[in-house]
């Protein structure tokens, strides 16, 4: 990518779009597209075929999706399934319409078996079944890498995928029944400091091992990636470690400074019980991460729930 090529960036206002744009603009790239879901409507396949042909945009990062924890996936299953296969359809049919020089479509860890091996490679992709609270939002990002991957054969695109592991960081999602772990883990902890709580309550048993990456990290790998990688092979982006969420509870509970208990809710879900990448492509194409987990949630917390009372 040149610093005035014209670069769409679809979802720009979430936690992965924002970082991309803040990110892009600080390497100096002035013709950055984004407009807002008001503005563009992504599942209108008439209103996405307008925006394509009037800005032409050469490069595209497909970071648009409809996201959630695990509640909201379970009991909005249509709604994932649907919103995301038409975002992903009709962006990445419109860029190869409209000659998109490169696409890259951000997947998730979420669509890899839910008793691969672990570490998960890349080939792991559909060896298995897939964990059933998030099962339709899996198999619309499962549509969207095939999407890409058979574009580039029968057509000769260059469109990428990527599927980072679990996320943290600046414009984070902290609404209890639709957030991911970490973000809510800092909210009930905060509130629970503030309040003067004596408790805690986790959903599931504490158990489940993850991986988490921060947004900064991410949006550093793909515009990394934009830049040198070609291949369809859905590339891994994490750190390679992982945590139990027991852990990861008390490691926030200690950077909070919170001194009351941990009560586990054993009768909510727990999800997978472990969902580690293999990193080892993305190590090998030059590329780690640089945010460790404990450095990450200071920062977080610290421009999330403390800064505004400062």
């Given at each position: 990518m040149k610093k005035n090529s014209k670069i769409y960036i679809a979802g720009h206002s979430g936690m992965v779009g924002s970082a991309l744009l803040r990110h892009l603009m600080e390497k100096g790239f002035t013709s950055l597209i984004f407009r807002t879901s008001r503005e563009l409507d992504l599942t209108n396949q008439a209103a996405v075929a307008k925006f394509f042909k009037e800005e032409s945009p050469e490069y595209v990062f497909l970071a648009a999706a409809k996201v959630g924890g695990i509640e909201a996936n379970n009991t909005q299953r249509a709604q994932f399934l649907y919103q995301n296969l038409m975002i992903e359809s009709n962006v990445i049919h419109q860029s190869y319409l409209n000659n998109v020089l490169k696409l890259l479509f951000l997947a998730s860890s979420c669509i890899y078996p839910k008793y691969a091996d672990q570490p998960i490679k890349e080939e792991a992709l559909l060896s298995g079944k897939l964990e059933p609270t998030n099962e339709p939002y899996a198999i619309a990002k499962i549509?969207?890498?095939?999407?890409?991957?058979?574009?580039?054969?029968?057509?000769?695109?260059?469109?990428?995928?990527?599927?980072?592991?679990?996320?943290?960081?600046?414009?984070?999602?902290?609404?209890?029944?639709?957030?991911?772990?970490?973000?809510?883990?800092?909210?009930?902890?905060?509130?629970?400091?503030?309040?003067?709580?004596?408790?805690?309550?986790?959903?599931?048993?504490?158990?489940?091992?993850?991986?988490?990456?921060?947004?900064?990290?991410?949006?550093?790998?793909?515009?990394?990636?934009?830049?040198?990688?070609?291949?369809?092979?859905?590339?891994?982006?994490?750190?390679?470690?992982?945590?139990?969420?027991?852990?990861?509870?008390?490691?926030?509970?200690?950077?909070?400074?919170?001194?009351?208990?941990?009560?586990?809710?054993?009768?909510?879900?727990?999800?997978?019980?472990?969902?580690?990448?293999?990193?080892?492509?993305?190590?090998?194409?030059?590329?780690?991460?640089?945010?460790?987990?404990?450095?990450?949630?200071?920062?977080?917390y610290h421009e999330k729930f403390t800064s505004a009372h400062e």
């Open positions: 549509a969207g890498v095939k999407l890409c991957e058979n574009y580039n054969k029968e057509y000769g695109c260059d469109f990428i995928s990527v599927m980072p592991t679990n996320l943290y960081g600046p414009n984070d999602n902290y609404d209890l029944k639709n957030s991911h772990v970490l973000p809510a883990l800092l909210r009930k902890f905060h509130e629970a400091k503030i309040q003067n709580l004596k408790s805690v309550e986790i959903w599931g048993t504490g158990t489940p091992m993850r991986e988490f990456l921060h947004v900064d990290d991410l949006a550093e790998a793909c515009i990394y990636l934009m830049d040198i990688y070609k291949g369809n092979i859905s590339v891994n982006i994490g750190t390679g470690k992982d945590i139990s969420i027991h852990d990861l509870a008390l490691l926030i509970k200690e950077i909070l400074g919170y001194q009351g208990k941990l009560v586990w809710k054993k009768e909510k879900p727990d999800g997978t019980p472990r969902k580690l990448l293999d990193v080892s492509l993305i190590h090998s194409l030059g590329w780690e991460h640089k945010i460790q987990l404990r450095q990450g949630i200071e920062q977080v």
